[in-house]
């Protein structure tokens, strides 16, 4: 199904602003990306294609995603570090008043004093809604490649 190219851009730019939130450290941001009702959850790809709940990560209400980022923001004690999302490959598809997109990620970390590594890949499969005139996720799944993140998660994916 071919998709109106203000919505696909309408919808890279949603994209981008929630990376950017990220990656510039704005976690006081983060829960406004996501509507009342919703469900964020990190996954590896094994238990993602296995059809198994266990997940790294899941919040499935605006509650949650507020108690986890006073913890990503307030609570964790953790070295400094800079994240930098690289996404591509945007594919989006309509139904009704859903948007569905997938896309691939690629996560760099700098640690303070060290050469910057590879957190991880993989790939986000997103439900988005509009709310309130405003693109919000109603479920966002960061499907991560490998078994285990080589580092702690101290942001959002």
């Not at 509507?35 to 990190?42: G, P, S, V």
């Not at 238990?47 to 509650?63: H, T, V």
């Not at 009704?96 to 957190?119: Q, Y």
């Amino acid at each position: 199904m071919s998709v109106n190219p203000d919505l696909k851009s309408e919808v890279e730019i949603f994209l981008a602003s929630y990376t950017e939130a990220i990656d510039d450290g704005n976690l006081e941001q983060w829960p406004q990306f996501f509507a009342e009702k919703c469900l964020y959850k990190i996954i590896a790809k094994e238990n993602f294609d296995s059809g198994l709940p266990l997940a790294l990560l899941l919040c499935d209400s605006q509650g949650m995603l507020l108690d986890r980022r006073d913890a990503f923001s307030k609570l964790n004690v953790f070295a400094p570090r800079t994240w930098r999302h690289l996404i591509n490959t945007l594919r989006i598809s309509k139904e009704d008043k859903e948007i569905r997109a997938r896309s691939n990620f690629a996560i760099f970390e700098t640690l303070s004093g060290r050469d910057t590594h590879v957190l991880c890949t993989g790939e986000y499969r997103d439900k988005i809604v509009r709310e309130n005139g405003a693109l919000k996720f109603c479920e966002r799944i960061c499907i991560y490649d490998t078994t285990m993140i080589p580092n702690s998660i101290v942001r959002p994916i």
